[in-house]
């Protein structure tokens, strides 16, 4: 039903940014709540940054401050702008949709690496 497609990872020194980017196939009407969320080698995926349609934002503690995610709803795309990254935000980068009205469905983008090095 919906296609998310990511962009703007890569490979950064400690201390540089990114900003990647998560486009919906279509626009989306129902609430919902855009986000990203990574995976490094040998760890569970866990919950970056989200923000829902009305604007409230999630972050995990240890990007506070140097992440910050947005979104354009008439784009159907989120942004999260990674600033001062350093080695552990090392990790595949996914994002993620959920529509908080029905029909309550959950999307993943395919992954984009990020690579700090030190």
């Known amino acids: 039903q919906v296609q998310l497609v990511e962009s703007g990872g890569g490979l950064v020194q400690a201390g540089g940014s990114l900003t990647l980017s998560c486009a919906a196939s279509?626009?989306?009407?129902?609430?919902?709540?855009m986000g990203w969320y990574r995976q490094a080698p040998g760890k569970q995926r866990e919950l970056v940054a989200t923000?829902?349609?009305?604007?409230?934002?999630n972050y995990v503690a240890s990007v506070k401050g140097r992440f910050t995610i947005s979104r354009d709803n008439a784009k159907n795309t989120v942004y999260l702008q990674m600033n001062s990254l350093k080695p552990e935000d090392t990790a595949v980068y996914y994002c993620?949709?959920?529509?908080?009205?029905?029909?309550?469905?959950?999307?993943w983008g395919q992954g984009t690496q990020v690579t700090v090095s030190s």
């Open positions: 923000m829902s349609t009305s604007g409230s934002t």
């Open positions: 279509r626009r989306l009407f129902s609430e919902n709540v």
């Open positions: 993620n949709l959920k529509r908080t009205a029905w029909p309550n469905d959950d999307y």
